[in-house]
């Protein structure tokens, strides 16, 4: 079974930024994406950022454009999201996913497998 992991979650004020990681745990699997996506309490699942893990190319949803970063490690099979210039907005439970399908997506419907989620809250 493939498990996602997230880690790095935390309470920060405005302006402050966390860095969220990502690693599969369980059997291997081939992946093409990995993606970030977001839950606020009474809201839809919103992407964030994906990856395509071959290329390297990356997405970003409008509101994190210039703040977040998505970026891999090839060697450490991890993936990560560092966050910046953190507003209150932001808080919400991140997910971490992975595509198998070619290519890469900012559908939630188009990632296969998917982390617990990790909680980000942000003081104004």
């Known amino acids: 079974q493939v498990k996602l992991v997230e880690s790095g979650g935390g309470l920060v004020q405005a302006g402050d930024s966390l860095r969220l990681s990502c690693a599969p745990s369980?059997?291997?699997?081939?992946?093409?994406?990995m993606g970030w996506f977001r839950q606020a309490p009474g809201k839809e699942r919103e992407f964030v950022a994906a990856?395509?893990?071959?290329?390297?190319?990356?997405y970003y949803a409008d509101a994190v454009k210039g703040r977040f970063t998505i970026s891999k490690d090839n060697a450490k099979n991890t993936v990560y999201l560092q966050m910046s210039s953190l507003k209150p907005e932001d808080t919400a439970i991140y997910y971490c996913?992975?595509?198998?399908?070619?290519?890469?997506?900012?559908?939630?419907?188009?990632?296969?497998?998917w982390g617990q989620g990790t909680q980000v809250t942000v003081s104004s």
């Open positions: 369980g059997r291997t699997f081939s992946r093409n994406a």
């Open positions: 990856i395509n893990w071959i290329a390297g190319t990356t």
């Open positions: 996913a992975a595509r198998v399908g070619w290519g890469s997506s900012r559908n939630k419907d188009d990632y296969n497998y």
